[in-house]
């Protein structure tokens, strides 16, 4: 059982608290999977009981015990996503957390047993490569995906994460690859300093 806990503290089952996801984030969600190499069935839906968005599977056994297939979910929180798009006025912004969650299925992340020896940040730093993929192949310019990491930013590293450096350069990848033009790896390069800088004023 994937657990969350509930506002009085309590665990319970993540799938759960799932509800079915509003027909505006059902577009932005079908239009990360057109723009993506992803093959198979993808589950989208709502929890209030998650912190942002995530990608998860569930196992379904075999009366032996081996494991017969995965439902891959990709569940996000409303209030969540809506404070993102409403702080930014920015479509793009939604559709790359989608991309992310997304290259985490796409890389077999929550269900292929070979993923299990990956580290962490390597997750992370490949599903960041996938959403600069998507966010290409969908027409976005660089300050789109400058916007983007400065709503999510993070100047440090931890155990699942790793710094926004890192995850800048292997966006850059991934919109190259998908076809982006233009100076987007230097552009972006330069988003951690800039950011750095104007945090460090308060300081």
Known sequence: MLSVATTNGTAVDLYSTISPASPYAKMLFQRVLNASEYVGTVLF???YHVPNAMASSRPFFLANGTVSHYERYVIYNPNFMKSMEFWSSNEFVPLA???????????AHTDNLNAIAKHPWTKEVEA?????????????????????????FTMWANDTHPDSYSRIS???KGWK???????????????????????????
Request: no cysteine; charged share 15%.
């Open 45 to 47: 839906y709502a929890s």
């Open 97 to 107: 957390i989608f991309a992310h969650e997304l290259g985490h299925h796409f890389y």
């Open 128 to 152: 960041d490569y996938y959403s600069g993929f998507i966010l290409a192949r969908l027409g976005a310019q660089p300050s789109d995906l400058e916007l983007s990491q400065r709503l999510m």
């Open 170 to 172: 292997n966006i850059a």
């Open 177 to 203: 690859d998908g076809g982006g033009i233009g100076l987007v790896e230097d552009h972006l390069h330069m988003i951690y300093s800039k950011i750095n800088n104007e945090l460090n004023r308060w300081h």
